[in-house]
Nanobody
Framework: VQLVESGGGLVQPGGSLRLSCAAS????????MSWFRQAPGKERELVAA???????NYADSVKVRFTISRDNAENTVYLEMNSLKPEDTAVYYC????????WGPGTQVIVSS
């Protein structure tokens, strides 16, 4: 299993970013996918998840602002992030649970003016 995130960076408050996670080494369409994040000094937390059928759920802190989606043809899961706030600053990780939980290396998102 390999997960590789991209799309992070520095953005001003109120801005947008789109994160991507390229997956390989497993049958992508058969597994739910998730995005987690970890801010400095805090525990890693679930941000959003999407099932094989496309159902989604979100942390209360990101509802309405973030959208998770997947492209099974491209083996990629996305996280569209709008109206970003400084408290969204974190390393964002793509994850899949297949016998055990796998993580990508993460992509840094910094929301600051």
């Amino acid at each position: 299993v390999q997960l590789v995130e991209s799309g992070g960076g520095l953005v001003q408050p109120g801005g947008s970013l789109r994160l991507s996670c390229a997956a390989s080494g497993f049958t992508f369409s058969r597994y739910a996918m998730s995005w987690f994040r970890q801010a400095p000094g805090k525990e890693r937390e679930l941000v959003a998840a999407i099932t094989t059928g496309g159902s989604t759920n979100y942390a209360d802190s990101v509802k309405v602002r973030f959208t998770i989606s997947r492209d099974n043809a491209e083996n990629t899961v996305y996280l569209e992030m709008n109206s970003l706030k400084p408290e969204d600053t974190a390393v964002y990780y793509c994850s899949v649970y297949r016998v055990r939980r796998y993580w990508g290396p993460g992509t840094q998102v910094i929301v600051s003016s």
